[in-house]
């Protein structure tokens, strides 16, 4: 079992950067790899980044590709996303997830968070 908490989402002026945290219980956090999702108000959750179990191999979705980092530090449990260059079109609900394998697909995950709320205000 792994529970996941993430924090450091607000509200942020466009432009502007916000480094979110997911905070994973147990001793088994470097058996999963991680993903960000988020999701907007009135639309499906979409897949934003993950990283392998190694840390040695990342992935990105288009939209946020060159502005979002995703990384992980095993000895404090935690995965990281860096956002810079917040757009609008960026606010939404993200949720970090724990899963067998780096995937963009959801069903592949196990473990959610109850997920932070990032605004981007223009």
């Known amino acids: 079992q792994v529970q996941l908490v993430e924090s450091g989402g607000g509200l942020v002026q466009a432009g502007g950067s916000l480094r979110l945290s997911c905070a994973a219980s147990?001793?088994?956090?470097?058996?999963?790899?991680m993903g960000w999702f988020r999701q907007a108000p009135g639309k499906e959750r979409e897949f934003v980044a993950t990283?392998?179990?190694?840390?040695?191999?990342?992935y990105y979705a288009d939209s946020v590709k060159g502005r979002f980092t995703i990384s992980r530090d095993t000895a404090k449990n935690t995965v990281y996303l860096q956002m810079n260059s917040l757009k609008p079109e960026d606010t939404a609900a993200y949720y970090c997830?724990?899963?067998?394998?780096?995937?963009?697909?959801?069903?592949?995950?196990?473990?959610w968070g109850q997920g932070t709320q990032v605004t981007v205000s223009s």
């Open positions: 990283i392998s179990r190694s840390g040695g191999s990342t």
């Open positions: 147990g001793r088994t956090f470097s058996s999963y790899a």
């Open positions: 997830a724990a899963g067998p394998s780096a995937s963009a697909g959801s069903m592949w995950y196990n473990y």
